[in-house]
């Protein structure tokens, strides 16, 4: 492995900080701690300090029970996350996993729902969801996804990359 060609990318591309691998609670924490003490230490707003916490915990936390959800094994049951800062200042929280390809679909067709909603209608959309009752076997990504699009200062971007006939890598980043 070479280590400092990774260290060049991660500073050509900005990452802060960056994950890949098996996923737990325990861990989704301790990333957790690590960003909010790295937002802390480089003076970021509070608002935005929060928002970028949130949104890192929202992500993983969907990865790690859609994993659970799916039964998936420790080696399908990871994830990449990467938490860079944008040219103009901004904060991009990334994160991405396997889904099976008809989730990651759906996850795709509501992305882009979203994306083209303005203020306005993802707060009343969020409202709508949060009436609504939790669906059994819900896997997630419905409140979530919403609140995330409402914090990114830009439409939430995503990619569904196939690996096989069955199932692909889902990645999605929020602009903070």
Known sequence: MDLLTLRDQFDKQRVLLSFN??????????IGKAIRNYLNNESAAPSAAMDVFSTYIEMTQNISH???????????????????????????VSAGNVVEHADGQRLMATVEELGEMDAVELKRRYK??????????????????IDMARKSCQPLQSNLTPLSDQQSFFCITATI
């Open 21 to 30: 691998g098996p996923i737990s609670h325990s861990l989704i924490e301790e």
């Open 66 to 92: 859609y994993a659970t959800a799916m039964g998936y094994d420790e080696q399908r049951a990871t994830a990449t996350v990467a938490v860079a800062r944008g040219e103009q200042g901004h904060y991009l």
């Open 128 to 145: 709508q969801q949060l009436r609504k009752p939790r669906e059994d076997g819900s896997r997630g990504a419905g409140l979530g996804l």
